[in-house]
């Protein structure tokens, strides 16, 4: 699927890259011819998995931009110390993968797999992190020209931070370690409860609502057994920027959790 469309984008007939397109400025009444080439493409990890044909987030290399990046654990068995864990926060650390790399291996996973055993071509796509798809875009050669699939990505950050992603998984983590000394959903919603006034960027006079919805007694419930706060995008988006406030201004009285506010 989105090999044909980037196809048809990139390579039909009357495409955008070589015919253009004509556009009309209606207030003037001008035309104008714009022509097109993809510059990025706005990825969520799931997305990144299906349109590359990689393994994903759950394999030896979760993120396929990254050389050396490997799942938890892996790492510990590398006296070279070049391969880092997925839980590594430092990009100096990350080995990033060339468009030509990436191409590479699509090519010997195809040169490989009439020559291997199904459980040795198996554990060959597990080492390369890539998933042998010869209909998938990477093994369009044609495309090579004009679309760069490391080069032209970007990380959605919606679905990476918002959407059940970083930010939710960091809150919950957090709200244990301060359950632990005693900041439990009712302190902290009696907190946001007190008179706040929150500028328009973080959420206005919804803010305090969204965030006394997102500390109560139902949603308490619902973390302790999953220990997942939830929480849709743009709760999210609201309730970040007052709890790292509340977090950052009691620091003093969280000694313990330094490392933990830091992070
Ligand atoms: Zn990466």
Redesign the pocket.
Known sequence: MCKALVRHLLLGEENIRVEGAVIEALQRGERSIIFADIGNLLFDELACKSCLSTKGASGVFP?I??KN?TTRGLSEHDASGYLVDVRCGDPRL?DARTDEELWFQADLLSELEPRLTLSQFREQQTRMGVTFNPDGILWDVELRAFFKPTEVQTYDSTHTFFCDGVCQKEMSLILGRLREIGQTYDVISTYFNTEWNFCAAMGGRRAPTILSEIFNKAREVHWLNTKSIGGSASDMLSVIGPFRFYLESNAALFTDLADAIQS
Request: charged fraction near 0%.
């Open positions: 993120c931009y990254c990046v990350f």
